[in-house]
Every structure is written in structure tokens, then in C-alpha cells.
């Protein structure tokens, strides 16, 4: 049997030493009414051959963005991953390990994880970054438990502008009443900086931000700050790590805590996931940190090495006063995230960073010049950008993907408001011709 | 390793009456059971407390022990050198590894506690 | 420059912020084929003053780097590795190829339904996979984990008592449970009564009948237990929460052991959650990404998070938010690589290797225990046992002071990865052993010669095994250090701490 070594001979006498004729005997202790007396109702057992041509077929059948120019965003972007990336992450010493702790033989896991956590600190300006969360939105809602926990309040008010994916993951997580939301809708694209403020009182825990936006537009993150502050509440910044190359570090406008999605640094789209949840905040609060996170400490003959640490805080120790119930971190993508930190360094993440600007503007430029697109908002934007289109959006979409393109994404699919709105992503891989081409087609609309 | 002129209660903290104040902190036993102590949580003892209120946490790498008052009164002074050196609660847990004084409400309730003999015989009837 | 001597380099400790050169470059931005922008301009004054300090390394050094961290790590392509209740199984290599192809890993969740049939297809043919094997209705796939998972089917269970207007305010666990289901317990805003275990290692039925009442929303039973046993009481446990109205959630974390033998949903379980990463082959990534689907009864369908996909009339495939959804609990639509892997490997498998996966899973568990009897542990809880088995070390210890973590940490040194040790909590000096189905009969008579070995040793010299590991990348550390001195990220030289 396949992926089972062990031959009939040997399965033989496994049976005589347990004392069993057949393996089913070790079942019999299972009550009848929860035996399962037929055989699965699955398919048979396909050889490697068969199945990879099964599998091939499954891939076949979808679009990817090799086969056409895709300008999606929204949270999971098309970057260049660098080759290194995946040599490194396809390492079965890493991608076979369980958590490290057994930290003797789990050196590898536990040194990547703390370079990892080492560049999410120097990306964001945080203190300290955990071993990382399943993706941006559940870190996005940690991080509103986790202000409650720090102000011991339990409220947060959240911007119309996040993601409404997270938005909507946090209030899953809230649903049990542990915790109200307030959200105020957002105007022209960004946060309403007033109706923040009137929401803000004594009893919220944190004003929980992202910028860029949804929208792709950037907030004016030192007035929410203040506002956050002012009312003795916790600043959360939701933030794209792709861009803090090139722009300011959450940290610089008083973010206590810092989430983000981090599948632009070198992690395949994969339709959405596995994704990266970065989650960084301030020493201070580290006793009240959700998620893993690694030390670095010296062994018994004064070695440098790496330990899980601060582990009174999780479940395992803490069970129901854990600070969260996550028994896991997203490791790979964050080995990933560090290999790809590496092999761009400051420069080329700087570099990436200004590319995808440079041609965001260019493209939002061009598809606005030809009279078929206006700007949705005045704020400034980085690499995303929100238009109004004079038109039926799907049939706009249809007619451009028989043309090879992704147009964007459809904000009416999220909210009946913004109907008409689409939101444009352009990453570095994004050429000119391409663009131009794009430009063209929608010209031709 | 558990002096006489000290209470004791069934939470491993002890009690030495000092005039109206109750000085209190985690027995030996308990510091070994713990092993090394890396940090000491009292940033939620202050004010009123009733006997059997938790004043704080105490941990190793890895546990977490609530603390548990063992009388009443209102919390006088609270070991603020712990914070920085939590290693004396092993190395001198009825010294310098003090954790809380309690001003007593109730002084009466300190007779309610074991004795040094009695604590020992309840420490070898729970092993 | 190079800071370290390349001779007498230690496998790891050395930085990569500490390797390569200023001048030193992998990957460069591409050149830049539209007109600059000022980015003070163009960004609203938000532009980056002072950059992030990354590494300056080559891709050989970073090749090099990265060669050495894993040559310090133990994978199950390392070897052995027994970790009861995590089923560290081998990682088919199909697995990964499947899940890189560039028609899954290259395509972007908010894509056309029409532009990604195959991976619909695939998600709902893993719907129906995990429904069989389950024995139960509805299954949803976005839970990154298994707390994730646990996470969701609570909350659908809360859904389903509010939407019946009888919320209620606790939930029983054993005390044998994992940490995370009484934390997941109070993330849903739920108390936790510990239910405790008979004798056998079941559920205590007489405590839990008195546990029970109509302010018990569920009880969280994870089956096999983490004693590696079948409660035999499953039927009575699963009637009697039924019976004040509560619901019976299924922690799969043990699900490998009964893979086409007996269905949760069969014994009368309302909700499970399936750890791909254990049951269904998917690496463990060294701590994750893994994914924990949800399964339910059709009572409870309604509730799941969207979107789930279905198939229409014509064999179309689109995706749906149930009718009362609790909402999504994350982005996108779940951690799709992951659900590559896991639909590959039980296509390879069909229903029959399923079957057979369990069925050896449950024989090695078995030999392992019976080649330790009569050791110097002792078989807790003795009774045919499923995929795992717990030793007690109490004995042991009690006689040379040699405690199970101090034989956790010898078993490194023959470079076996130890067990889940000091769990589950009610086994004193736990040693919880899982050797899963794709290990052959010699590797587990050797694991079993090494821990006779290691007696021998604890007999002869205690201090050998108190001061073990002696052959790893690193020995023991100072985890006390670690955190009354926490240094948790590298800086710069002259970056202040905070």
C-alpha cells in the first residue's frame, strides 16, 4: 500500500504480538451503531501517474496569472516570488517539522522564525512581531481582543475603510458579545476623521485602521492616532508590508499595534491562502500578544539559540485565560516572507515599492485620460487605486478578460454604495506594454 | 523550609503578622513545585481584598499559578522589586520574596491558617 | 566582509542580517519602464524617511543560510517522530507538486466563478470527501486550523441555540482535553466545566450526567481521546448531551485512527473539525500553515461561514454564503494550497486506502505498546489503544529521579524526535507515543530497543540522562533566560531598545 511500509509479512506478526487475527479486531470495542459497515463511499485509488494527470486537468481548467495580465488586488496580490524563495521553503526539514518544541532539534524553524519576526520589526517599527497568524484578517481581529485585554475595555471602533473582509472576520470573532464594534463609514474613500472622534469615549479599546484602505487610499494616520490616544485607546494600523520600503513604518504615527497580510512578501496568491497574518506591537504589551513567538537565549555550553518563549500566554499552559485559542502560526510563509526579505534587501524592496507606485499612477492616469474612468477619491493612493466606471462593470470585466486581462476588482460584489467602483492593483510585474495594452482595450470599450 | 513563626494555607502562600499588617508570600514548596520564577504579576493587587481573592500571577516557563490572599484587609505595599529580580521568590521565598502586605481587616482570620507542623502534615497528605 | 569563519561555523546562531556585504545583491526591482514619481509627492507626505534595515546577502549565501538552518531542524523526513495526537505522517512529494501548479498557486480569490471551475471543483469534491468520512452533512473549508476550526463550529453552535432563543452559558470539557478547546470555549463567550475521566479513560457518564443540564450548550469531546482510546460510552455521551437540548462537538485531532471505521457523525456527534495537516497528509510547515474544515448536520448547515461551493443543475460549480451564516473567520476562502495537498493525497488513496491508513495506524500503535509492556514505564489506561498510547514515567522517575523530559531529550541523541510529552495533563510523567501508519515494523521495534536502552541508562546513570542532549545543533537552553531577558528580534547596532 502506498505511503504504508510495513509488508504483509511483517503485518502478520505485528497481529501475533497484539494478540489480533486481523487489524478489524482492534475495532471491535467500537459500539456496532458507530462502526461503519460499508466501505467509504469514495473513489478508488488513482496511481501517481493517473493522479497527477487528474490534478493537472483540475489546474488546467482555471486562469492563472501566467495566462492572463491580472490587475485583482484587494488584500492577495501577484508579485514576483524570486526563485530562492521556494528552493528554500521546499526543504522537507522545514516544511515537514512540526512547531519547534523540541527547540534542540528544531534550531532551523526557531532561528528563521526570530530572523522573520526581526524584519517584520524593522518593516513596521514595532518593539516586537509574533511567529506570525493564519492571515491579515484574523490578526486584524486578535488585535482588537488584544486591545481589550491591554485597556481592559470593550469597545473598538473600526473604519468603513478596512477590508470588509476583515471587518467581517472580526465581528465573527466578537459575535459571542465579548467585545462591540462601531464602525464608521468612511467618506471619500478614507476614514471619517470626525465621526471617529465623537465615536471614540472612555470605553474603546482601540481605533482600528488600515492604510492603504481598502480603496488603496492612504489614511492620515497621525490625526487618528491623536484621536485614539487622546481617548486613552489603542492605535491598531492594518498595513501592506510591500510598501514599507517606501513608505513611513505604522510605528512613526503612534500604532501600538500593527497587523497586516503578508502575501506580497514572496507567497503565492493560491486563491487567497494559506496567507501570512503579521501581528507586531509594542514590548509593554507582550504579556497580552496573541500567537507563538521565538527568543533568542544561549544552551547549557553557551551557544546562541532559539526558543519558543513567553509561553504562559498560550493555550496550551494558559487554557481558557489564554490570550487566544491559536495553536499554530503560518511558519512557512513566513520562512517564506524572510527569504524574501533577504533576497530583495532594503534596496529592492524600496525599488519594488516605487515600481508599483510609478505604474499604478501611470495606469490610473491612462485609464483616466480616456474619459472612461474618473478618480473615485482625491486622497493620495500607493499601489492601488479606486475608479468610477462610466459603465456596466461586468460587462466591462467580461469583455476585457476575452481580452486577456483581470480589470480589477468589482466593489459593488462587496456593497451595494459602491457599485460602479473598480479597485486596480498593479504590482512590479506589471510591464508597460502590458499597460498600454490595457489602455488600449479600454479605449476600444 | 517552612519556619514556625509563619501561617500557611492550603494555596502554598504564607502569612507573618507584622502589628496589624500581613506580610505574604509563596512557600517553599510551592517555589520548587513551580521551579524557576521569571515573572511576578501584581499589577491588579492594590486596594480592598477578601480572603481567598486572587492578588496576582506568578510563573515559570512553563506554568501559571493564580495567587491567592489568604486573609482580608486592604492591600498596603506590593514587592515592586520582584518585577526586575523575580528569581528571590526561589531564592528567598520568605524573605526577600515577600510578594504583598496587607493591612488586616480581619485579624482573627490568621488563626484560621495552618501552622508550620500542620501545613507540612498537609503537604505529605497531598504527595 | 564576512563575520563568521567558514570552517568552524556552528549550523546556526549566525545571523542573516550578519552575513554578505553592503554591497551584496540577490534580487533588484525591476528596471522601471514608466516615468518616475517623487514619492514625497505622490504618497501625501508619507513617503519613508529612515528604511528598514534588511540583509545585504547574495542568493549563494542566502542558499547557504538556509541550508544550514534546516540541516538543524528534524522533519519526518528526518526520521522518526512519534508526537502523539499531532499524527506527524509522511508528506507525500505529489502533495506539493499538485499544489504549485501554476493553474491553483497563480490564481486570485476575487477571480470569475467561470475563470476558476478547477479549483471550485476541487474544494467541493473535498466538501463531499470530508462529509463521507465524517458522517455528516455540511462541511466548510476556511478554518486556517484546527483551533480555527473549533473556533468556527462553537460559534455555530451558539448561532443555532440563539437562533432557537435558548442561548446557554457553558460548555463541557474532559480533562483530558487539548489547551485549546477550553480557550475556544471562552473566545465564544462560553464558561468551561472540566468533565473528568472513569477509570477507563472515558468520559466519567456519572459526572457527566450530573453536569448536564439545559444551561449546557455543548460538550467538546475529542475522539479517539487523547489517551489514544475509543470511549466505548460514545452512544450514551452523544444521547445524553442530545437529551438537555446541547450539541456534541467532535475535536477530529484523532480522526487518522478511524478513517472509514466508524463515523463521528455516526455516534452521534453534531460538529467536527478535521485537521488536514494530521489526518490527511498535509506537512505541518514547522508549525503551519495547516487547515481545520468544519463538518456538520444538516440542522447545523445553515450556520456554517461562507462561501461554501456548490454545484448547480449543470455541474457548474459557484460559491454560497449559507442562509445564517455566523459570517466569515478570515479572508478569502480558506487555506487553499493546503486543500490541494489534502484532495491529492485522498484521491491516491480512495476510500479503501483510507481505510487501510487507519487500520495500520491503529496495529503499529498497538505493537508499539505491546513491545513496552513490562518496561519501565507504565501502559496507562491498558486496554487496546487506537493510533497513539500514553506511557507513565511516574515510576521512573520515582526510582532514579530521571524525569520524561529528560528521556524526551536522550531520545534526540538517537535521533528519534521525542513524544508528546507531559500530555494529556492526567497522566503523571506523560509520554504520549503516535507512530501513524507510514513507518515500517523495524523502525518501530528500533524506537522501541532505544527507549529499553534509555532505561538501562536511567538505571545506570541518572546524571546522563539529566544533562541530555549531547549530539543536537544545540543542548539544553536557558528558557528562564529567555524570558527575564527577552530578546525577541535582531537591531542594528546603536538601535536602542525599547
Known amino acids: ?445 | 523550609m517552612y519556619p514556625n513563626d509563619l501561617k500557611y494555607d492550603r494555596e502554598h502562600e504564607w502569612v507573618r503578622v507584622d502589628g496589624d499588617l500581613a506580610i505574604i508570600g509563596i512557600s517553599h514548596f510551592a517555589q520548587d513545585q513551580l521551579g524557576e520564577v521569571v515573572y511576578v504579576d501584581l499589577s491588579s493587587a492594590s486596594g480592598t481584598i477578601a480572603a481567598g481573592d486572587s492578588f496576582g500571577e506568578v510563573e515559570s516557563v512553563k506554568s501559571v499559578s493564580e495567587l491567592f490572599c489568604p486573609v482580608s484587609g486592604e492591600i498596603a505595599e506590593v514587592n515592586a522589586a520582584l518585577e526586575d529580580a523575580p528569581e528571590t521568590v526561589n531564592e528567598d521565598p520568605y524573605g526577600d520574596g515577600w510578594m504583598i502586605k496587607v493591612k488586616l481587616s480581619d485579624p482573627a482570620e490568621v488563626d484560621g491558617l495552618m501552622d508550620a507542623a500542620a501545613y507540612e502534615a498537609f503537604l505529605s497528605e497531598e504527595a | 566582509m564576512s563575520t563568521t569563519d567558514p570552517v568552524r561555523e556552528p549550523l546556526t546562531g549566525t545571523l542573516i542580517f550578519e552575513r554578505g556585504a553592503l554591497e551584496s545583491r540577490c534580487v533588484e526591482a525591476p528596471v522601471l519602464d514608466v516615468p518616475p514619481v517623487s514619492l514625497g509627492e505622490v504618497l501625501g507626505g508619507q513617503a519613508r524617511t529612515a528604511p528598514p534595515v534588511l540583509p545585504h546577502v547574495t542568493e549563494v549565501e542566502i542558499a547557504r543560510h538556509y541550508e544550514h538552518l534546516a540541516s538543524a531542524n528534524f522533519g519526518v523526513d528526518s526520521g522518526f517522530y512519534p508526537l502523539g495526537s499531532c499524527t506527524m505522517k509522511y508528506n507525500p512529494k505529489v502533495d506539493e507538486w499538485a499544489c504549485r501548479l501554476p493553474g491553483f498557486a497563480g490564481i486570485h480569490p476575487y477571480q470569475a466563478e467561470e475563470t476558476v471551475q478547477g479549483a471550485l471543483e476541487l474544494m467541493w469534491g473535498l466538501q463531499e470527501a470530508l462529509a463521507e468520512v465524517s458522517g455528516l452533512t455540511a462541511v466548510t473549508l476556511q478554518p486556517a486550523a484546527g483551533a480555527h476550526g473549533e473556533l468556527t463550529g462553537l460559534l455555530a453552535i451558539r448561532a443555532y441555540h440563539t437562533a432557537n432563543g435558548d442561548p446557554r452559558r457553558r460548555v463541557l470539557v474532559p480533562d483530558s482535553a487539548h489547551g485549546t478547546n477550553p480557550a475556544t470555549v471562552a473566545m465564544c463567550g462560553y464558561e468551561v466545566a472540566q468533565v473528568p475521566s472513569d477509570g477507563r479513560g472515558g468520559v466519567d457518564l456519572e459526572a457527566l450526567t450530573r453536569l448536564l443540564d439545559t444551561d449546557v450548550a455543548a460538550i467538546m469531546l475529542t475522539n479517539p481521546n487523547t489517551l489514544g482510546l475509543f470511549d466505548e460510552n460514545i452512544l450514551a455521551i452523544t444521547e445524553a448531551v442530545h437529551a438537555v437540548g446541547a450539541l456534541a462537538y467532535c475535536d477530529g485531532a484523532n480522526l487518522n485512527a478511524i478513517l472509514g471505521k466508524s463515523r463521528p457523525g455516526d455516534a452521534g456527534f453534531d460538529v467536527m473539525h478535521i485537521n488536514l495537516h494530521k489526518t490527511f497528509g498535509t506537512p505541518h510547515g514547522g508549525g503551519g500553515p495547516g487547515a481545520g474544515p468544519v463538518a456538520v448536520t444538516e440542522a447545523l448547515a445553515a450556520y456554517l461561514p461562507g462561501p461554501v461551493v456548490v454545484r448547480d443543475d449543470v455541474g457548474a460549480f459557484t460559491l454560497r454564503t449559507p442562509e445564517r451564516s455566523i459570517g466569515r473567520v478570515r479572508s478569502f476562502l480558506g487555506n487553499f494550497g493546503i486543500l490541494v495537498r489534502a484532495y491529492t493525497y485522498i484521491r491516491a488513496l480512495g476510500g479503501s486506502g483510507l481505510t487501510a491508513v487507519a487500520e495500520q495506524a491503529v496495529l503499529s500503535a498497538n505493537y508499539v505498546k505491546e513491545l513496552m509492556r513490562d518496561s519501565a514505564w507504565d501502559i496507562a489506561y491498558d486496554r487496546t489503544c487506537m493510533h497513539e498510547f500514553v506511557l507513565s514515567g511516574g515510576r521512573l522517575r520515582k526510582e532514579t529521579g530521571v524525569r520524561t523530559l529528560d528521556v524526551a531529550k536522550r531520545l534526540l541523541d538517537h535521533g528519534v524526535h521525542p513524544p508528546t510529552v507531559y500530555f494529556p495533563l492526567i497522566v503523571d510523567e506523560a509520554l504520549m507515543i503516535e507512530p501513524t501508519e507510514t513507518e515500517g515494523k523495524a523502525t518501530l521495534d528500533g524506537f522501541a530497543a532505544v527507549l529499553r536502552a534509555i532505561a538501562e541508562e536511567a538505571l545506570a546513570d541518572p546524571g546522563l540522562l539529566q544533562s541530555a542532549p549531547y549530539t543536537t545543533p544545540v543542548r539544553r537552553l536557558d528558557e528562564a533566560g529567555a524570558v527575564k531577558s527577552p530578546d525577541l528580534a535582531w537591531r542594528p547596532r546603536g538601535d536602542v531598545d525599547a
Not at chain 1, 11 to 23: C, D, I, K, N
Not at chain 1, 174 to 196: F, K, M
Not at chain 1, 328 to 338: D, E, I, M, Q, R
Not at chain 1, 374 to 399: C, I, K, N, W
Request: aromatic content about 8%.
Open chain 1, 1 to 445: 500500500m502506498r505511503f504504508i511500509p510495513v509488508t504483509c509479512e511483517e503485518q502478520v506478526e505485528m497481529l501475533a504480538r497484539v494478540g489480533v487475527t486481523s487489524a478489524d479486531d482492534l475495532f471491535s470495542h467500537v459500539p456496532e451503531a458507530a462502526r461503519l459497515s460499508r466501505p467509504l463511499a469514495l473513489p478508488a485509488p488513482v496511481g501517481e501517474v493517473d493522479l497527477a494527470a487528474h490534478v493537472s486537468a483540475l489546474a488546467g481548467r482555471n486562469v492563472d496569472a501566467g495566462r492572463v495580465v491580472s490587475f485583482l488586488g484587494g488584500g492577495c496580490y501577484d508579485h514576483y516570488v524570486p526563485a530562492i524563495v521556494d528552493a528554500v521553503v521546499s526543504k522537507p526539514a522545514f516544511f515537514t517539522a512540526y512547531t519547534p518544541y523540541q527547540p534542540e532539534v528544531s534550531q532551523g524553524t526557531l532561528q528563521a522564525i526570530y530572523e522573520y519576526q526581526s524584519m517584520i520589526c524593522q518593516l513596521t517599527g514595532m518593539d516586537v512581531s509574533n511567529a506570525s497568524m493564519y492571515d491579515g484578517a484574523t490578526a486584524f481581529a486578535e488585535a482588537a481582543l488584544m486591545a481589550s485585554r491591554v485597556t481592559k475595555r470593550h469597545r473598538v471602533v473600526v473604519s468603513g475603510a478596512v477590508h470588509p473582509e476583515w471587518r467581517e472576520t472580526l465581528a465573527t470573532y466578537v459575535e459571542a458579545g465579548v467585545l462591540e464594534v462601531t464602525t464608521v463609514p468612511s467618506v471619500a474613500g478614507v476614514s471619517d476623521a470626525d465621526a471617529v472622534a465623537s465615536a471614540v469615549g472612555d470605553d474603546v479599546a482601540a481605533v482600528m485602521v488600515t492604510s492603504p484602505t481598502f480603496y488603496g487610499t492612504l489614511e492620515d494616520l497621525a490625526g487618528l492616532g491623536v484621536c485614539a490616544h487622546d481617548a486613552g485607546a489603542l492605535l491598531v494600523v492594518g498595513t501592506n508590508p510591500i510598501l514599507l520600503g517606501v513608505m513611513e513604518p505604522p510605528s512613526v504615527y503612534g500604532a501600538d499595534i500593527v497587523v497586516a497580510e503578508g502575501q506580497p512578501l514572496g507567497s503565492p496568491m493560491s486563491f487567497g491562502g494559506p496567507g501570512l497574518g503579521v501581528f507586531a506591537c509594542r514590548q509593554q504589551h507582550i504579556r497580552q500578544m496573541p500567537g507563538r513567538v521565538a527568543g533568542r537565549t544561549t544552551d547549557v555550553d553557551g551557544r546562541t539559540g532559539f526558543v519558543l518563549t513567553f509561553s504562559t500566554r498560550e493555550q496550551h499552559i494558559r487554557r481558557e485565560k489564554a490570550t487566544s485559542n491559536i495553536c499554530s502560526n503560518h511558519a512557512l510563509n513566513a520562512l517564506a516572507a524572510g527569504v524574501y526579505l533577504a533576497a530583495v534587501g532594503r534596496e529592492g524592496l524600496a525599488g519594488i515599492g516605487e515600481a508599483c507606485v510609478a505604474k499604478a499612477r501611470y495606469l490610473a492616469d491612462a485609464l483616466v485620460a480616456t474619459g472612461r474612468f474618473a478618480h473615485a477619491f482625491d486622497a493620495p493612493f500607493a499601489h492601488e487605486f479606486t475608479l468610477r466606471y462610466h459603465g456596466d462593470v461586468a460587462d466591462m470585466q467580461r469583455s476585457l478578460l476575452g481580452r486577456g486581462f483581470l480589470a480589477g476588482l468589482d466593489l459593488g460584489r462587496f456593497s451595494a454604495s459602491d457599485a460602479g467602483l473598480v479597485l486596480f492593483a498593479v504590482t512590479e510585474k506589471r510591464t508597460r506594454p502590458q499597460l498600454d495594452a490595457f489602455v488600449e482595450e479600454v479605449s476600444a470599450l
